[in-house]
């Protein structure tokens, strides 16, 4: 295992980027640009493949002793609402081009159902800094491993992820 891999860092280092690919997003829907969205989705499903497998497998899992089980199962259907989401969005962008009723309804679906979840889910970071140096080091591994099997998002939910959309 890379000992240098800091699991509060890379949590917070893809959220950015989760955030910054949404807004990115936004942008790109707003000229109406189908090509450029679906590209960016690529790059999200990409990127949230390994995070939501750690967060699902380790991250949550180890920190529900302080949040408790309900909002366990409030993050998990959190995922859910992306991963739904996150399929809505790549069968409208996957004809190639898109109106100006999809514009309007994709930027919703962005801001209501995704957006919101890096930006919650980033105060879980507080809650880190009380794991124990085991409970961190598992994190690092489950995010090391997540990321060299590097499986997306999509494709993750529909085959290795226990709870199914």
């Not at 994709?106 to 890096?118: F, K, M, Y």
Request: negative net charge.
């Amino acid at each position: 295992m890379n000992e240098e891999l800091d699991p509060i860092r890379e949590l917070r280092e893809d959220h950015k980027k989760v955030k910054d690919y949404l807004l990115e997003l936004i942008d790109a829907l707003n000229k109406k640009d189908a090509q450029r969205s679906l590209e960016i989705l690529i790059l999200l499903d990409k990127l949230g493949g390994p995070h939501f497998r750690f967060e699902e497998e380790t991250l949550y899992p180890t920190l529900k002793k302080f949040f408790g089980e309900e909002y366990y199962r409030y993050l998990l259907k959190a995922h859910d609402r992306v991963i739904t989401a996150a399929k809505k969005i790549a069968e409208v962008l996957g004809k190639g081009a898109i109106t100006e009723d999809e514009v309007r309804m994709l930027i919703s679906i962005v801001r209501s159902e995704v957006l919101p979840h890096p930006i919650e889910c980033e105060g879980l970071a507080l809650l880190m800094d009380r794991l124990s140096k085991e409970e961190i080091r598992a994190i690092a591994k489950s995010i090391e491993r997540s990321r060299n099997e590097n499986v997306p998002l999509l494709e993750w939910a529909e085959t290795i992820r226990v709870k199914k959309v």
